[in-house]
């Protein structure tokens, strides 16, 4: 190993000894102010304060790499640049020599992600892409409200495309990450590099890709580097608070690569699967003789699963109130009281209403009243429609007609078949039973 100060030093005393500066200031100006900083593949880099600097020690090149060459015993070039380009070199080749890390989070798998109707679909085109990789589906683009699930499909795909071959090269960043190492690159010239690194990556996990909007050349190396991952087989897979033709400020010709593989959305769970969620969750906390008792559970199922992120909160919220509190059993006044600032989260002790029904209706099965008493006559609208019908009739006593005239005015005997129904689902399905009870229990009335 070198020791490029003694080298210079011995150097510099060999210089002084056959006078080949003749100028002491000279000498001592441009010489014995500058730094031998490296020996690598026989090229000795020399730096100097000044620019104007290296033009006066580039006179004496020849006697010095012939001195230099004699005193390490190797055949030595020289080459002489400032100190702030070789702290910039520095910088540049410690970048480029960074590790390229995979950033998989192992906690997120497919065996912790709850499954249901509201994402069934993403999590089985995540699952095939996850076993094999390029073959299919590509890309895969998932699009959901912030919350619901997305990053954790990007880990769990990640985790499970490593654990079928450790030799895969993975790699999970957000859009944010990507614009930074662009700006990175770019800064210290080095995006050969990044193209370099990319090239070699066999899954390319991308989150949160709307905040490419506006970054117009960080948008045109990752269209780059996307194609290079689609026409080699590898596999891509994107997420993105929007579906991919509702993007805006990202170039048309990137939307329509998005476009090209498969989309799926991810909705709001229903009660079932936030309340699964929610237990899987409970089950990790770092308390055995915590009791959460199930109508909590189920009112915050119902209130907190429009953002699973949101679910989590309030249910760490809970735990440190009982630890705070000493309490080891979590009732539903102790969650009023937890949650008394919540103006959103109310005690249902009003008087209900048509209104409020159709609004709690509405909130439940994550709707707007617009659409349930609208005239669509979509599935999606069918079963919390007649719900909220009966509803009425059962709570409120008010005639088929009234009820009618508050569905965009629909006959009597619509709403009579309508709640004929759901007394005949309750007694057959007992998952539609629950639904009813749960909405009964919101409204506070069971």
Not at 51 to 74: A, G, H, Q, R
Not at 160 to 178: D, G, P, Q, W
Not at 246 to 261: A, C, K, N, V
Not at 282 to 309: H, K, T
Request: aromatic residues 10%; glycine residues 4%; negative net charge.
């Amino acid at each position: 190993m070198y020791n490029f100060n003694e080298i210079w030093q011995n150097c510099l005393t060999i210089m002084e000894q056959k006078e080949i500066v003749k100028d002491k200031i000279c000498f001592d100006t441009y010489f014995k102010g500058s730094t031998l900083e490296s020996i690598e593949n026989n090229v000795a880099t020399l730096s100097t304060l000044m620019s104007f600097n290296i033009d006066t020690i580039m006179v004496y090149k020849l006697e010095i790499e012939s001195i230099l060459s004699s005193i390490v015993n190797e055949t030595i070039e020289l080459r002489v640049v400032t100190e702030d380009d070789y702290l910039e070199e520095k910088k540049a080749s410690e970048h480029k020599n960074m590790p390229f890390k995979d950033n998989i989070n192992i906690d997120q798998t497919f065996e912790s992600f709850v499954v249901g109707s509201s994402n069934r679909m993403a999590q089985n085109a995540a699952s095939i892409v996850s076993t094999n990789p390029g073959a299919n589906f590509n890309p895969l683009f998932l699009y959901s409200n912030p919350g619901l699930g997305k990053t954790h499909l990007l880990h769990s795909i990640g985790n499970y495309a490593k654990k079928c071959n450790s030799n895969l090269v993975i790699r999970y960043i957000t859009s944010k990450e990507f614009v930074d190492e662009i700006i990175e690159g770019m800064k210290y010239r080095n995006l050969d590099d990044i193209y370099e690194k990319y090239n070699q990556i066999d899954i390319l996990l991308i989150d949160d890709i709307q905040f490419l909007f506006g970054k117009e050349k960080s948008s045109e190396i990752f269209f780059h580097i996307f194609n290079n991952i689609i026409n080699n087989n590898k596999q891509i897979v994107i997420t993105s608070d929007k579906k991919p033709e509702e993007l805006q400020g990202i170039e048309d010709r990137l939307i329509s690569r998005f476009q090209s593989g498969l989309s799926f959305g991810i909705d709001p769970p229903e009660f079932e699967t936030a309340r699964a969620i929610l237990e899987k969750k409970i089950e990790n906390l770092d308390n055995p003789q915590l009791v959460i008792q199930d109508d909590v559970i189920d009112f915050m199922a119902s209130n907190y699963c429009n953002d699973i992120r949101n679910l989590e909160g309030s249910l760490k919220r809970l735990f440190f109130c009982s630890i705070m509190q000493g309490i080891n059993v979590i009732d539903m006044n102790f969650i009023f009281d937890a949650f008394r600032d919540d103006n959103s989260i109310k005690n249902p002790t009003s008087t209900v209403t048509k209104d409020i029904i159709l609004k709690t209706t509405a909130d439940f099965y994550y709707l707007s009243v617009t659409q349930l008493i609208s005239k669509n006559k979509t599935q999606k609208l069918t079963t919390p429609r007649e719900i909220s019908m009966f509803l009425m009739r059962d709570l409120l006593d008010i005639t088929f007609a009234e009820i009618g005239s508050t569905y965009s005015g629909r006959d009597h005997s619509t709403i009579m078949k309508a709640c004929a129904r759901v007394e005949k689902k309750m007694k057959n399905d007992k998952d539609y039973k629950l639904a009813v009870t749960k909405l009964k229990e919101k409204l506070g009335t069971s």
